[in-house]
């Protein structure tokens, strides 16, 4: 499986962006697919996963209730929605993807990565 992440870009605090992974190659639309990110001298952190059905989507505490995770099976893509963004946002955001069936929070649990995509917030 190969992915594509898009969408990163800067923006103010309290803004929106929405991040697309773009997943090719065999049976792509069966993976869960991940977010995570990584700030400047931080370890990568979880944001964001979903299965291949769309349902039971998992976020990490910090995002709850601002990001929200979707995917168009039909266009291979998966979404990160991410309004009322923070400065402690800021991070390179990957996508990911593995053959588990359900959301998977760990990172050594996705054997596919994208190149990543920066998120800038300004304060």
């Known amino acids: 499986v190969q992915l594509q992440a898009s969408g990163g870009g800067l923006v103010q605090t309290g803004g929106s962006l929405r991040l697309s992974c773009v997943a090719s190659?065999?049976?792509?639309?069966?993976?869960?697919v991940g977010w995570f990110r990584q700030a400047p001298r931080k370890e990568r952190e979880f944001v964001a996963s979903?299965?291949?059905?769309?349902?039971?989507?998992v976020y990490a505490d910090s995002v709850k209730g601002r990001f929200t995770i979707s995917r168009d099976n039909a266009k291979n893509t998966v979404y990160l929605q991410m309004n009322s963004l923070k400065a402690e946002d800021t991070a390179m955001y990957y996508c990911?993807?593995?053959?588990?069936?359900?959301?998977?929070?760990?990172?050594?649990?996705?054997?596919?990565w994208g190149q990543g995509t920066q998120v800038t917030v300004s304060s």
């Open positions: 979903i299965p291949a059905s769309g349902s039971s989507t």
């Open positions: 190659g065999r049976t792509s639309v069966y993976y869960v």
């Open positions: 990911a993807a593995s053959d588990f069936t359900r959301a998977q929070v760990v990172a050594d649990r996705y054997p596919y």
